[in-house]
Nanobody, 125 residues
Framework: QVQLVESGGGLVQAGGSLRLSCAAS????????MGWFRQAPGKERDLVARISWSAGNTYYADSVKGRFTISRDIAKNTVYLQMNNLKPEDTAVYYC??????????????????WGQGTQVTVSS
């Protein structure tokens, strides 16, 4: 099992930037794929991006391509989500997640066994 602690959320104006961090601890075999998801009130929890821990292969939702970048620092056991050119529709609670699977395409919520507590991102117009 992997323990995940997120940080970096907050309030930002449209067009601004935020960087989310997710510190991981525990079983290394349970974090072969790391992902960021988001959930707005009344909506489903949707994929934002994911990254394979070893190879660094990335996948992005169409809505964030060209604006968001997922990365990881292996030495720090940390995954990041750099969010640029933020839009009001990006407002949501953002969750970090870990999967024991190696996923090379679009992952599903059910693929991930460990989740962080979530961090609120609010983008004002």
């Amino acid at each position: 099992q992997v323990q995940l602690v997120e940080s970096g959320g907050g309030l930002v104006q449209a067009g601004g930037s935020l960087r989310l961090s997710c510190a991981a601890s525990g079983s290394t075999s349970s974090r072969n794929t790391m992902g960021w998801f988001r959930q707005a009130p009344g909506k489903e929890r949707d994929l934002v991006a994911r990254i394979s821990w070893s190879a660094g292969n990335t996948y992005y939702a169409d809505s964030v391509k060209g604006r968001f970048t997922i990365s990881r620092d292996i030495a720090k056991n940390t995954v990041y989500l750099q969010m640029n050119n933020l839009k009001p529709e990006d407002t949501a609670v953002y969750y970090c997640a870990a999967s024991s699977r190696v996923i090379w395409s679009r992952p599903a919520t059910a693929d991930f066994g460990s989740w962080g507590q979530g961090t609120q991102v609010t983008v004002s117009s």
